[in-house]
């Protein structure tokens, strides 16, 4: 058991790697929350506390699961100690933690989390949702994180709060991009910035939404639930489009980077813009959209990202496009090939890459690309997506 301070609260609870479970009375979904994989971001440990101690068992249909992330970081109040836990889950890298004889705190975490999590798989009962709580070192509006599969695009789409897709090309080894490459619903939700007492209250909120959305719970067993959307909507600006993310600006190890002050998420931008210093270089967004994760906190590798809407007609075509398998196709492109046609990975030719249309291999779901020496590798997150098990739900 650890203890575990939040500065909005100024106040400490002591916590253990499971923040608790319910089981109901009937058989149903199995949702699990995260919190604090970041061992700086306390507040979605401290909402799912809360959240689960006002829910009675009785009206569950299902299973609910609260997890603790980086219990050492958490303690220390650090994103992480050595090594960022959010940033290692590759089936390579947990094949290279779990070969290795000694461990830093980071890797036997991630081990820890990792037994908890198929455990969890393999003595409950599907649909399983996964749900990370985070906050941001800025300023932002509340949002949602998605791998671009269409079960998280739907799903997400219940909540009233702005999506972001397409993260995943430009982070390797978040613990939900693992969970997606199982199959399964993966979402993480940004309440607010670390500090903020909304961040906590937000990500409460987001909490019960997501019990009565996956059908864990009835509307009518959350009291104030209305209450709860209407605050997620007012905290989001009423906004609830679709963004996409068009650049990273990527942190070198030896970097000395400086964000300008006052940036917050989902503002927009201009080409041009002073956005940061780094290494006595002035930084300017090299597209116009809006900024969004600004890093203001010394630790991080991604100093800001720029994302910009998708029109809703090319989130319909998608659907389509990707629902008949029109992916099939693109190995008759030049350059382009299957490496694992089941699991719908395709390696391009880098030499003939620059012909083909980005948003082409997005419209499909392609994204997450893992440039190798003289390929690109695209993978497809509709082909290992586990569609069938979602299919009966509502929200399908």
């Not at 390579?92 to 779990?98: A, D, R, S, V």
């Not at 030896?254 to 927009?268: A, I, R």
């Amino acid at each position: 058991m650890i203890e575990v301070y939040n500065k909005a609260l100024d106040s400490r609870i002591k916590i253990d790697r499971i923040l608790g479970k319910i089981e109901g009375t009937k058989p149903g979904p199995t949702v699990v929350f995260f919190g604090g994989i970041h061992g700086n971001e306390t507040s979605g440990v401290f909402a799912i506390k809360d959240a689960l101690a006002g829910i009675n068992s009785t009206f569950v249909k299902g299973t609910i699961y609260g997890v603790a992330g980086n219990l050492n970081a958490l303690q220390a109040h650090k994103r992480y100690v050595k090594d960022d836990l959010n940033r290692l889950w590759t089936k390579k890298q947990i094949k290279n933690i779990e070969d290795k004889t000694i461990l830093n705190e980071d890797e036997a975490e991630l081990l820890e989390l990792n037994v908890v999590l198929n455990k969890i798989l393999q003595t409950n009962q599907p649909p399983f949702y996964f749900v990370d709580l985070h906050t941001t070192s800025s300023k932002t509006l509340p949002f949602i994180t998605i791998n671009d599969a269409l079960i998280n695009r739907k799903f997400s789409e219940q909540f009233p709060v702005p999506i972001v897709l397409g993260i995943e090309e430009y982070l390797n080894g978040p613990l939900l991009s693992y969970v997606n490459q199982l199959g399964y619903v993966s979402l993480g939700f940004e309440s607010g910035q670390h500090d903020d007492f909304s961040a906590i209250t937000n990500s409460i909120a987001f909490v019960y939404l997501a019990l009565v959305y996956s059908g864990v719970l009835k509307e009518e067993a959350v009291i104030g639930f209305s209450k709860y959307q209407e605050q997620l909507k007012q905290h989001a600006n009423h906004i609830n489009d679709v963004f996409e993310v068009v650049y990273l600006h990527k942190i070198l190890k030896d970097d000395q980077f400086k964000m300008h002050n006052g940036f917050k998420s989902f503002e927009h931008i201009k080409k041009g813009t002073k956005l940061a210093v780094s290494n006595t270089i002035e930084i300017t967004a090299p597209t116009k959209g809006s900024i969004f994760m600004p890093l203001y906190q010394k630790r991080g590798a991604e100093g800001f990202f720029i994302i910009k809407p998708i029109k809703p007609f090319f989130l319909k075509l998608s659907a389509i496009l990707r629902r008949i398998k029109t992916d099939t196709l693109l190995v008759w492109l030049p350059g382009v090939s299957w490496v694992n046609k089941t699991e719908g990975v395709l390696q391009v030719n880098l030499t003939v890459a620059k012909f083909l249309a980005k948003p082409l291999f997005h419209l499909l779901g392609y994204r997450n690309r893992q440039i190798t020496s003289t390929h690109l590798r695209l993978n497809n997150r509709e082909r290992i997506a586990k569609t069938e098990i979602y299919k009966r739900e509502p929200w399908y």
